[in-house]
């Protein structure tokens, strides 16, 4: 036993020399296992560096996925805003702008309502100091105002404004001013009924005898009905009527128009035309050959 331990002894002094020897005659031994050592330690910084790269790659590759899909849920969402937006414009949209039309045109007829409402009362005040004028001068020993009835009517009614001018020209040509209107009536005061019945079968001779000269004041009132197809003008005593086959006018005396039934009714042209046919021949004219084309009345 003694002998073996002193054989181990032997061997293991034997090794040290041999390393010591080993040791001597390799100096860059510690240095290469220094370099050994970073390089196990660089290959696990490596081995780190792919594990993180590969990381990252899923990590990339999950956003890359995601943004994919918020992309397509974003078109998705476009699109139904753009057929919201599509539905509105087509549906109500068109509503919407129709009702405010709507609102506006009926703002616009009651403005027009209150302008007509106060042009009648500003023209009723006018009428009433008039007539109050007048009662006061007739309380001083003047003579009472002359008013005779006027009337003016068109079938279809849209042609009628076009004739209330030519007609309000017509009767101020002969003397007479506007008092009152009430729809298609007229009050019209500045001349007796007896001098216009005169003047006026004057005018309905000179228009059978197709006299410029004399009927000026008239044509163009007559040119005017012409234009429509049914309907009339009275000033006192005086009618046209014009009807789709015919353009008549005569002088209705005053001893008839006095009576309750001697009125001629311009609601009813044709008869109306009927009655004026039946004037004795110095107090009706038949304008019905006159030129369609010809301006204000012009004969052929």
Known sequence: MTVVLVLLC???AGRELYLAFERRHSPGAPEIADIRTQLRALKGTRDELEGFRASQRERLDR???EQDRDREALGAADSRIRS???QINDRLLPDVTA???QQRDAAAEQRDALDRLAAEVASLRAHLVGRLDQAVA???GAEPAELVAGALMADPPDARPALAGPYERFAEGYGLRVELTDRDRYFLSGRSPRALERDFVDLVAALREDCPES???ARVLLGALRGVERGGAQIGPLLIVRTPAALVC?????????RP???VPLADPSGAARRLHRLPEGRFCDLSGWSAGAPAGLSE
Request: aromatic share 0%; net charge positive.
């Open 63 to 65: 956003l890359t996925a």
């Open 99 to 101: 009702r405010l039309k």
């Open 261 to 263: 039934e001697g009125a």
């Open 10 to 12: 032997l061997a293991i």
């Open 250 to 258: 005569g002088v209705v005396p005053l001893a008839e128009l006095r």
């Open 215 to 217: 009927t000026g004041k």
């Open 138 to 140: 007739a309380s001083l």
């Open 84 to 86: 919201l937006i599509s």
